[in-house]
């Protein structure tokens, strides 16, 4: 706190790199050359020692030269002169000796010096991590100590550069490994690319523009240049090549697109486009600027892309982690050092270590306790008791015991080699939590053991877990046939909704955690229901299935019509036909006939192991969405990683603190002054007859805090740069955020909902103030941009407030139909309701030919949606639930003639739960015509947004 931080004196007790490194020297020339570490330290002695007898000379002479009497009179002190002549002449002569000794040993020394920078530079890299998650924490101390075991166990050779090159590989890749297994499969390719691009950087290789405008795209608040290739290149694109050629390495980069236009595109449309050559001289591009490239032209490519290159310049091992060993686990252990499974969804580490503890013998002797309230006194006695006995003791999920990690923290700490039996170990499970105490995270070994992914391996493991794998159970329905083909299909939809999380948003809103206790009740109620019922019973199935066991996890209503609607298509009486589909090119399918439980696994491993967007109902493009979340997932993680040094400092934090003065002055320059509201009002009135000039004095309202704010961020920010103020915290957040091309955190406070970067946002905000500055300049606008509004729903108030006194109507008896309308523009507002614009359909497209919902084009994330007639009428709404859709004579569903598509405020969809069962995401539902059955839609996640986030 401030009020502190005044009255106090802070040190820093972090390690620096210079120190790591003169550690790490010490370390390697011991190990390699331990008698000059000995010759080291002896002088170090023998200059102390030497030093000591000059005092005690020092003394003797000042003693002599400080009695009474003549000194030369005093045989004494004569004779102590003459001692001290010869002392300090010896002193001088050991003393050339130990210096010209000390230079020889510093010489042989330097030669191990590469090997002590450059893992030092890794220690670094290695502790970012803690910014990603903050599970991930390693301490120097073991650091220190896989350094010394790579030392011992690397290739020997009496050449010391090729001895170096030896121990360098081999703690590069050992380091990999040990911090591999502690890491989730999504950060592994993440920490690659920083042992990299930090020895890279290191190594002058890279610059810090480089690395920033990979992860950022570039910051750029003005206007750019129109994009010349706007065929294929989207803007966005565009306004990267434009920022990137504005960098060293991509000098005349905007040059070459224009005239090697074709090559470009042709990489574009490529399936690969990181293993194509590129034109021109960029043929010679280094490995890091074609990351940059693909960044500029095909961002979605972009992990990918990063695989090669950490492939290139690290060798291919450092892209392929080790698989999850948990007996290489226990032998690095010891009894003072606890093992902690990091937890993540669906993962179960149960089974293994019980396996483990069979194979060690220690089935007998281990303790499993699920923590929770209470559980702490407990946990605590039997750990004490093996401890000193011997044995396992497992404290399972400590996430959820916050209150009690100081507890355990303390008792880790009292762990001592000298005491503990030799046997004991201490297993932790745990979520990524805050509450998970530091040190016994640097302390402990750590595991990461994520559950199979793809559809085929998620089906294969749910086949062979309980209950199904029970042979008593599986064999025992009264009704096989039914039976297996319903089993099979439950575990084929509980792989599905799992797997259909890797497509963010539009696989699901908010990514649920279905487990398999799911699945086993829901197996349970299936076979009892073939069981005690001669009928089929699917409409209780669905309902207990659906409704109960796993929608009682979610939350939006929704994510909830999907997987009822997934559901119907796994639980219908169609099942139990042999040729029924669960995909439409019939590659998924239900097994035909009675299979026996043998065959149905062998029938499982015929699956595809990386699956097609048709089986998620999903159109083609949804594998770009894909990509294009695990690029925007790496580029934020990386940033994280690289935030200490956002903020700019070092030799070049003059320049870096000129270059963002002139940006926030380019933006306040940008931004409009706040509206005149006392002379809008005089302008707009507020009157029963036009409520939208409520809404107008309301939106004004709103613009205005978040102009303010931003307008004084920037001016402090610029004063706090020249040092005219103190840079605060707000502002320092406010340097950050500029610098990494986000919007801050203290502008979004008083912001309505966006995901666009810096630049899109300023120019979004501008369109939105200008949009208002026309209204109140001129008239009130013929069709209202929709996304144009801070809050969308008072507008629509307001418009149903104006028919319903129009017409004397109650309010709440009213809602809209919304009308696609045929024209681009309309000069003058409808009768009743409102023209609309601005909205972008996501998994679907509106033809205009055909006037009705169609499929996206290809490579067409975003379709611009044309103008709507929102008309008031009395009618009653329809909501985004699920209505099971009735079926024709041959199977096939019958279409309801409309789809019923949430508007959502950004593409993010997931929101705070609001009282009305909602998310603040969420603005209303749209009907549009389809000829296609609406549950097509739902499956395609198709929705409707206000706005994009580029």
């Known amino acids: 706190m401030p009020e502190i931080a005044v009255k106090v004196t802070l040190l820093n007790f972090m390690i620096t790199q210079d120190g790591l490194q003169d550690q790490l020297l010490g370390i390697v020339v011991a190990r390699e050359r331990p008698e000059l570490e000995e010759e080291k330290n002896a002088l170090i002695l023998q200059s102390a020692d030497n030093k000591r007898k000059l005092k005690e000379t020092e003394d003797k002479i000042l003693e002599v030269l400080s009695a009474e009497g003549n000194i030369l009179e ?53 502790s970012a991590l803690a910014n990603i998650e903050p599970m991930y924490q390693y301490s120097l101390t073991w650091y220190v100590g896989l350094f010394i075991q790579a030392i011992q166990e690397s290739q020997p050779s009496s050449d010391l550069e090729q001895r170096l090159k030896n121990l360098y590989e081999q703690f590069t890749y050992f380091l990999y490994k040990m911090v591999c297994r502690s890491l989730f499969e999504k950060d592994k390719l993440i920490f690659s690319f920083l042992l990299c691009t930090r020895m890279m950087a290191a190594e002058g290789k890279i610059q810090d523009t480089e690395l920033t405008f990979l992860v950022t795209g570039g910051v750029a ?73 693909i960044r500029c032209i095909r961002p979605d490519k972009i992990v990918p892309a990063v695989m090669l290159f950490v492939a290139k310049e690290m060798g291919q091992k450092f892209i392929e982690p080790p698989p999850f060993d948990l007996a290489a686990c226990y032998e690095d252990s010891n009894s003072c050092s606890p093992l902690i499974f990091i937890l993540s969804a669906g993962a179960d580490p149960n089974a293994a270590l019980f396996k483990l503890a069979d194979q060690k013998g220690f089935s007998e002797r281990m303790k499993v306790i699920s923590l929770g309230q209470g559980q702490g006194p407990s946990a605590a006695r039997f750990i004490q008791e093996y401890y000193e006995k011997g044995g396992w003791v497992v404290l399972q999920n400590c996430h959820v015991y916050g209150s009690w990690m100081t507890s355990l923290e303390r008792i880790c700490e009292e762990f001592r080699p000298d005491t503990a039996n030799s046997e004991f170990r201490l297993w932790l499970t745990s979520y990524p939590s805050d509450v998970f105490p530091v040190s016994v995270l640097q302390n402990g070994i750590k595991m990461t053991n994520e559950p199979a992914k793809g559809i085929r391996l998620n089906v294969k493991g749910s086949l062979l877990a309980d209950p199904i794998a ?197 933006m306040l320059k940008k931004l409009p002054q706040v509206f005149d509201r006392d002379k809008t009002m005089k302008k707009f009135p507020i009157k029963f007859e036009e409520s939208m000039n409520t809404v107008l004095a309301q939106e004004l309202i709103r613009y205005n805090s978040l102009i303010e704010v931003i307008r004084s961020s920037l001016a402090n920010l610029r004063k706090a740069l020249k040092g005219l103020i103190v840079m605060s915290a707000d502002l320092e957040q406010v340097q950050i955020a500029i610098n990494t091309n986000k919007v801050p955190a203290l502008w979004a406070k008083k912001s309505y909902p966006s995901l666009k970067p810096l630049g899109g946002y300023l120019t979004d905000l501008v369109s939105r103030i200008t949009m ?27 418009a149903m407030q104006n028919f319903a006194r129009k017409y004397t109507i109650p309010v709440d008896t009213l809602t809209f139909e919304h009308l696609v309308m045929k024209e681009d523009s309309y000069a003058s507002p409808p009768e009743d309701g409102v023209y609309v614009n601005g909205m972008f359909a996501e998994g679907c497209r509106w033809n205009k030919e055909k006037h009705i919902l169609d499929e996206s084009e290809p490579k067409v994330l975003f379709a611009v949606m044309p103008i709507f007639w929102f008309r008031p009428a009395e009618m009653t709404p329809k909501q985004c639930v699920w209505q099971e859709e009735k079926r024709d004579e041959n199977g096939e569903l019958i279409p309801s003639g409309y789809y019923v598509a ?23 539902p749209i009907v549009i015509p389809s000829e296609k059955p609406e549950s097509h839609w739902i499956k395609r996640g198709a929705a409707l947004l206000m706005q994009l986030s580029d």
């Open 74 to 126: 005093n045989e004494e002190g004569i004779q102590v002169l003459k001692d001290a002549k010869i002392i300090a002449t010896d002193i001088e002569e050991k003393q050339k000796i130990a210096d010209e000794t000390e230079r020889q040993i510093d010489e042989a020394r330097a030669g191990y010096t590469d090997i002590a920078w450059r893992s030092s530079i890794l220690f670094f890299a290695v």
């Open 470 to 666: 029970n042979e008593e159970f599986f064999n025992s329905c009264k009704k096989p046939q039914k039976w297996v083909k319903l089993c099979y299909a439950l575990v084929f939809f509980h792989a599905l909704i799992q797997e259909r999380r890797s497509f963010g948003p539009l696989g699901w809103n908010i990514p649920y955690e279905f487990t398999a206790g799911d699945m086993s009740i829901s197996i349970r109620q299936t076979k009892m229901m073939l069981d005690e019922y001669e009928e089929d019973q699917f409409k209780a199935l669905n309902y207990l299935i659906g409704e109960c066991n796993y929608g009682g996890r979610v939350t939006d209503d929704k994510d909830r019509r999907y997987l009822l609607c997934a559901l119907a298509d796994f639980y219908n009486p169609h099942i139990f036909e042999d040729d029924y589909r669960f995909s439409p090119s019939g590659v998924y399918r239900c097994p035909p006939e009675t299979p026996s439980y043998e065959e149905l696994i062998d029938f499982t491993l015929q699956l595809p192991l990386t699956q097609m967007p048709e089986i998620f109902g999903l159109h083609e493009n949804a594998d770009i969405t894909k990509d294009q979340q695990e690029t925007n997932y790496f580029c934020d993680t990386v940033l994280q990683t690289e935030s200490g040094n956002a903020s700019g400092g070092g030799a070049s934090g003059g320049s870096r603190d000129d270059a963002l003065d002139h940006l926030a002055e380019d």
């Open 772 to 798: 208002f500055q026309q209204w109140i300049d001129t008239h009130q606008p013929a069709v209202f941009w929709l996304s144009g509004f801070f809050f969308v729903h008072a507008f629509m108030t307001g």
């Open 902 to 924: 949430p508007l959502y405020n950004t593409a993010a969809r997931r929101g705070v739960l609001a009282t009305t069962g909602h998310s603040s995401n969420f603005v209303c």
């Open 221 to 293: 608040v003005g206007d750019i240049e129109p994009n010349p290739h706007s065929g294929w290149l989207s803007d966005k694109s565009w306004g990267e090549i434009v920022r990137f050629s504005d960098l060293e390495q991509g000098k005349n980069f905007k040059k070459s697109v224009g005239e090697h236009e074709k090559e470009w595109k042709a990489m574009f449309e490529s399936a690969e486009p990181f293993n194509h050559e590129f034109p021109g001289s960029w043929k010679e591009a280094s490995s890091f600027t074609r990351l940059m490239v």
